[in-house]
């Protein structure tokens, strides 16, 4: 069975920082991409980024330069590290197993809220 589980998220003053864990379980780890999406209320779910299995990563302009997206093949997590966070950043954060391009393969964790306030 597999199992996502993501922690770290909370309320935060806008321009402070979270990190988001996320931890698997029930797959090979390193062999999967793994990404971050986050949805708002009212608004569709949204890649954030995604990390390969060979570590490279990608993200959406909305938090380059902000945000970065790592991974611990023996801890079996993928994080977030979230900096110079803004209101609009406010969201459910989901990390999911990827393919190419991002796309979700079918597994999700239940979600983290994050809250930023202006």
């Known amino acids: 069975q597999v199992l996502l589980v993501e922690s770290g998220g909370g309320l935060v003053q806008a321009g402070g920082s979270l990190r988001l864990s996320c931890a698997a379980s029930g797959i090979i780890f390193s062999i999967v991409g793994m990404g971050w999406y986050r949805q708002a209320p009212g608004k569709e779910r949204e890649l954030v980024a995604f990390i390969t299995r060979a570590g490279g990563s990608n993200y959406a302009d909305s938090v380059k330069g902000r945000f970065t997206i790592s991974r611990d093949n023996a801890k079996n997590t993928v994080y977030l590290q979230m900096n110079s966070l803004k209101a609009e950043d406010t969201a459910v954060y989901y990390c999911?197993?990827?393919?190419?391009?991002?796309?979700?393969?079918?597994?999700w964790g239940q979600g983290t809220q994050v809250t930023v306030s202006s």
């Open positions: 999911a197993t990827t393919q190419g391009g991002g796309r979700p393969t079918g597994y």
